[in-house]
């Protein structure tokens, strides 16, 4: 396998998310090597992945990359992609994350014989990469072990745990069972129905955490790296630009008005000591060399002045994306020491 080390690996979204021209990578990749950060980057073509790696914090930084969610392994042109990719830049990227998809548990055999095929045409790489499947689209948590538990005896081949969505998939679940049919994720804080359901709703909340560790207690049984997605959420959240209700910092909170009484906030699914014990399981769970961990925070509209960085945008009249840039880059780092803090404390 290409993971080596004797530490998990740290990395954070490194993505143009917000409109601008190449100064906001040139101050990502600044704020990463300065805070000791790997990219994880999103490549739609190996052209576009050639010019993320332009803004690689250092040379040796960890870095991992997500493709493209209409990759199809079952088909030869999926497969190909896939394997362009890691032919390309195996000696750069340590890792490449796919999406799961529904034809994992509908067609498990074929699946299987596309993946024995890359796992073998993987190994045959000088350095070979690893393929992380991610938890992703909704699928059963019992149905996507009992698929990566099918990949035992693929090497190259293992599981990327995406926290955020393992929770709220467990609040929805929980909350299901005392009002089947309805999405908690389908309320907001102004819904005057809320004060009703805002104990149950935090009841299932706090389903978010077992169930992680749970997933991770199975799939830690088979001693193959993975590769975890960080990040914080609650069911009542309308923070995201991207219309999620996950994606949060694990310092973020979720204001709630309150009639009458102004507002108050409640914590997120994890928040910090969530997050510690998530990392604290982990780690008696699973070998540290096997692990690996991205911050996939997205940014807000948030900003914050450029203090420190305010050359690199001397050719821009309006500072306002680069502030947003400069606000994301920062809340990354923020979650990026807490969880080094957890690491830490787990040793």
């Not at 690996?9 to 190449?22: P, S, Y």
């Not at 207690?217 to 999620?244: E, I, M, Y």
């Not at 996939?296 to 001397?314: C, G, K, M, S, Y």
């Amino acid at each position: 396998m290409s993971m080596t080390g004797h530490s998990p690996r740290c990395m954070a979204l490194f993505q143009q998310r917000i409109e601008g021209d190449e100064a906001l990578l040139e101050l990502a990749a600044r704020r990463f090597k300065n805070a000791g950060l790997g990219p994880e980057y999103y490549a739609e073509s190996p052209e576009e992945l050639a010019w993320l790696l332009h803004f690689k914090p250092w040379p040796e930084a960890p870095t991992i990359v997500h493709l493209a969610r209409d990759i199809n392994l079952l088909t030869p042109d999926g497969r190909d992609r896939l394997l362009g990719f890691a032919q390309r830049f195996n000696r750069e990227v340590s890792g490449f994350i796919l999406h799961d998809r529904l034809e994992m548990v509908e067609k498990g055999e074929d699946y299987l014989a596309a993946l024995t095929e890359i796992n073998q045409r993987l190994a045959e790489l000088a350095q070979p990469p690893l393929l992380f499947i991610e938890y992703a689209v909704g699928l059963a948590p019992d149905l996507f072990c009992a698929f990566i538990e099918s990949l035992a005896q693929l090497p190259q081949i293992s599981a990327c745990l995406d926290i955020g969505h393992l929770g709220i998939n467990a609040i929805r679940a929980d909350f299901n069972k005392t009002y089947p049919g309805r999405d908690v994720c389908g309320f907001t804080p102004n819904d005057p129905l809320l004060p009703d359901y805002i104990e149950a709703i935090q009841k299932s909340v706090r389903s978010a955490k077992p169930a992680v560790i749970q997933v991770i207690s199975r799939l830690a049984k088979l001693n193959k790296p993975l590769h975890f997605h960080l990040h914080d959420g609650h069911p009542l959240s309308t923070l995201s630009p991207f219309g999620v209700s996950d994606h949060l910092s694990f310092l973020q909170t979720i204001p709630l008005p309150v009639a009458g009484k102004g507002s108050k906030k409640l914590g997120p699914m994890f928040g910090a000591r969530g997050l510690a014990a998530i990392i604290k399981k982990t780690l008696e769970l699973c070998d540290p060399a096997l692990l690996s961990f991205s911050l996939e925070i997205h940014p807000t509209d948030e900003r914050a002045p450029l203090v420190e960085w305010p050359q690199l945008f001397q050719h821009w009249r309006d500072k306002t994306n680069a502030e947003k840039q400069n606000h994301w880059l920062t809340t990354l780092i923020k979650n990026h020491q807490l969880l080094q803090q957890s690491l830490d404390a787990a040793n």
